[in-house]
């Protein structure tokens, strides 16, 4: 069964770094993009980047300059660099991957991100 596996999170002050992993348990094959979501209090759950097989990458509008997705060689761990956070960043980040012909997802159970002083 694959589980994926977040770690990073945690309280930061504004204008703060911290770096989000998401590590794939078990197998996956043909991974088609993977990347990271996140969800506020109150808020629907929006897409923060992705980043494809081919290595397209895409942002949101609100942490482009400030987010870095990235992936390890083999594709089965993604990173999200996040610099200059603000108190609006904070929510709980969600990673994914989804593979296959019926781009099945997977979900990693979250991890909380707060951004206060």
């Known amino acids: 069964q694959v589980q994926l596996v977040e770690s990073g999170g945690g309280l930061v002050q504004p204008g703060g770094s911290l770096r989000l992993s998401c590590r794939v348990s078990g197998s996956i094959s043909d991974i088609n993009a993977s990347g990271w979501y996140r969800q506020a209090p109150g808020k629907q759950r929006e897409s923060v980047a992705t980043?494809?097989?081919?290595?397209?990458?895409e942002y949101a509008d609100s942490v482009k300059g400030r987010f870095t997705i990235s992936r390890d060689n083999a594709k089965t761990t993604v990173y999200l660099q996040m610099n200059g956070l603000k108190p609006e960043d904070t929510a709980v980040y969600y990673c994914?991957?989804?593979?296959?012909?019926?781009?099945?997802?997977?979900w990693g159970q979250g991890t909380q991100v707060t951004v206060s002083s």
């Open positions: 994914y991957f989804s593979s296959g012909l019926e781009w099945n997802e997977h």
């Open positions: 980043i494809t097989s081919g290595g397209y990458i």
